[in-house]
């Protein structure tokens, strides 16, 4: 998959770009990121980016021309989708990433102080997220939140696919708690059952936790699962 950043602070990519797993799936070749800075598509020699608000009001805002001659440098083959960062969006979430990971190429537009004049999202973006109920000093960590996330999903980048597969979301539960040895620590036991090397109730017992998971910390997504009878009474018997 090859990424284009387009941002006013390249320099924050660096670090998380060449760690872990993001890292590894550049070093494989499973991913390019370019990093393309906004600044250097001014041509006035203050190499201004924003400008103050038509109708006044605090703050700065990002100039359409740098934004849109930085993606057209690009020369995007048709459809690749070109995502906007913002706070006024609707979510990105697990199945956003999913949508996303099936691409070969993506663009992404990082914002900054009041966010970017809106005939970017008109008429340059395809796509527009915000990653939570708040408001972030720009798109930077947002755009490093999504790709991480999209990222994960290609083939090859992490070890075991079965692994993402049954992670948090993917069927639209929370993921059941997991541990690991030594089979008591300060006292604290490992349940039972995950000692029992009974594999088919440690099944069941992982589909009652994610049901359970979910029902407390997450009733919003409960509520939208088609729950099975067999979930069904999972959930009851406890
Ligand atoms: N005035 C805007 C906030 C701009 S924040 C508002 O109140 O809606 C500056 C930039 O940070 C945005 O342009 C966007 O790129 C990024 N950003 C802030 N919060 C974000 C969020 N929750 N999700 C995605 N991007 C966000």
Redesign the pocket.
Known sequence: MKVEICTLFPGFFSGPLESSILGRASTAKLLDVRLHNIRDYTHDKHQKVDDRPFGGGP?MV?KPEPVFECVESLNLEPGTPVI??????PL?TQQTAVDLSAYSRLVF????????DERIQEHLATHV???????????????LVMLDAIVRLIPGVVGKMDSVEQDSFMEGLLDCPHYTRPAEFRGWKVPDILMSGDHSRIESWRQQQKLLETKRWRPDLLAQHQMSPAEQALLEER
């Not at 906007?84 to 969006?89: E, N």
């Not at 997220?129 to 755009?143: N, R």
């Open positions: 703050g990002m906007l960062t913002s706070p006024r969006a990105f537009l990082c914002g900054h102080y009041e966010g970017m997220y915000s990653i939570g109920s708040y408001v972030l000093t720009g798109g930077e960590p947002a755009t």
